[in-house]
């Protein structure tokens, strides 16, 4: 079946460390995206990507670093610069690239930091 | 300030109570997606807007899209414990070349 996977669905961090969240799918979609969701505040965009080897940084970016070197995949690395990121992180992709339409999401990594 | 507003943020209703949802933006719309999702969860796609007066239902879900005010209402007729969870409104707006979401309502069903 086509979809979104992201992995894991739960992970726990120590303060100092790095985390990369996995997002893989297989729709064969140009353009992937990562959000953040915190309580009482919606998805924030943190970054995008609309083609390989190209990314943009989305409007909360800083603590945080991804790639694209394949079309099915776009990690999301969660440093430990960022100060606060403790959240639940969707990935998301769309078959637009240059534009929006309708998103499909992953189940979501819910990462706490101890 | 959010440019996707969406009210109420909290809603609790009885069970086979209509209710509305709406979702205001301060930009221009370009297009309009209702999300919902349950908690811990992705996103399910209900439905997307693009014109001005344009209305689409899925089951008893109805949501439309007013180009003069920038708004979309979704409206649950009969709600069902079904229904439970949290609605997303998301935008194209002017100028944005991502997707824009509200900060969505939590929906509830007594029984």
């Known amino acids: 079946d086509g979809g979104i996977t992201q992995s894991p669905k739960y992970l726990f961090r120590k303060e100092g460390q790095n985390v990369t969240l996995s997002c893989e799918q297989n729709l064969n979609h140009d353009a992937m995206y990562w959000y953040r969701q915190d309580p009482g505040q919606g998805l924030r965009l943190i970054y995008y990507?609309?083609?390989?080897?190209?990314?943009q940084k989305g409007d909360i970016a800083e603590g945080y670093s991804v790639s694209r070197e394949k079309k099915e995949s776009f990690p999301l690395t969660v440093t430990s610069a960022q100060k606060n990121p403790t959240a639940f992180y969707l990935c998301a992709s769309s078959p637009r690239s240059g534009g929006t339409g309708e998103l499909f999401f992953g189940e979501g990594s819910r990462l706490t930091v101890l | 300030s959010q440019e996707l507003e969406q009210s109420p943020q909290s809603l609790i209703v009885q069970e086979g109570k209509n209710l509305t949802i709406n979702c205001t933006s301060s930009?221009?719309?370009?297009?309009l997606y209702w999300y919902k999702q349950k908690y811990g969860e992705g996103l399910i796609f209900l439905m997307m807007l693009q014109k001005g007066g344009e209305e689409k239902s899925h089951e008893k879900i109805t949501a439309k899209l007013d180009e003069k005010k920038q708004q979309s209402s979704l409206h649950i007729t009969a709600s069902q414990p079904s229904h439970a969870g949290i609605y997303l409104c998301?935008?194209?707006?002017?100028?944005?070349?991502?997707?824009?979401f509200g900060q969505g309502t939590r929906l509830t069903i007594n029984p």
């Open positions: 930009k221009t719309l370009y297009g």
């Open positions: 998301g935008a194209d707006l002017q100028g944005a070349q991502k997707l824009v």
């Open positions: 990507s609309q083609i390989v080897n190209d990314f």
